[in-house]
């Protein structure tokens, strides 16, 4: 049997042994801090066509680059929604995802996305609630946000009218407010007639 030159008498060789990572235990956990929108007002986002929504982010302290990060919209209600054109799985080193809120709309119509404040979070592939390990990304939930939808526009020929319209002609067409009108009117013309005959002396 030919001899490879390694000593291998069968001329196949050894699997490469898979590297192993070591992380200090005195090293710090990994952190990742939402960079947009910025977190010094909350950021409302209105539902509607073209409108897309971008969430970014720094990295520090990470020495295991995660295999995926996952990004989630918790919302007031319970409810969660995937975020990104990927139902919220991106690759491990993106700093940002682009949200389309619309199409999600449209492409969710059994769950629509609520009128409500939100929280994005962020996680790497060992879930939202993996324990703080050092070198490991920890999980973030920090940045909140609003979702609005504009009211549709109903044209007046479709019988839309105005309550508060509609309010003020029934109270200024009720008989005590005119009666009110003409006493007014009655009693400026009279102080006014008074004051024409009794000039100053």
Not at 77 to 86: D, E, I, L, Q, S
Not at 94 to 103: I, L, Q, R
Not at 183 to 188: K, S
Request: proline share 10%; hydrophobic share 35%.
């Amino acid at each position: 049997m030919a001899d490879n030159g390694n000593g291998n008498g069968n001329g196949n060789n050894p699997p490469p042994t898979p590297s192993r990572l070591i992380i200090p235990a005195s090293a710090p956990a990994g952190e990742l801090v939402f960079t947009k929108p910025p977190q010094t007002a909350t950021s409302f986002y209105k539902v509607a066509p073209g409108n897309l929504v971008t969430f970014a982010w720094n990295t520090s302290y990470i020495l295991a680059t995660p295999t995926h990060l996952t990004v989630s919209a918790v919302c007031e209600g319970g409810n969660t929604y995937p975020v990104g054109p990927t139902d919220g799985i991106i690759p491990g080193t993106a700093t940002e995802v682009v949200w389309d809120v619309y199409s999600y709309q449209m492409n969710h119509p059994e769950t629509p996305l609520p009128q409500a404040m939100c929280n994005i979070r962020v996680c790497d592939e060992r879930g939202f609630g993996a324990a703080r390990r050092a070198g490991y990304l920890s999980p973030n939930s920090q940045l909140q946000f609003a979702l609005y939808t504009p009211a549709a526009y109903t044209p007046m020929s479709s019988g839309w009218t105005c309550a508060v319209c509609s309010s003020a002609m029934t109270t200024a067409s009720h008989p005590a407010a005119i009666s009110l009108v003409v006493t007014l009117l009655i009693c400026l013309l009279s102080g006014f007639h008074l004051l024409r005959h009794n000039p100053h002396h």
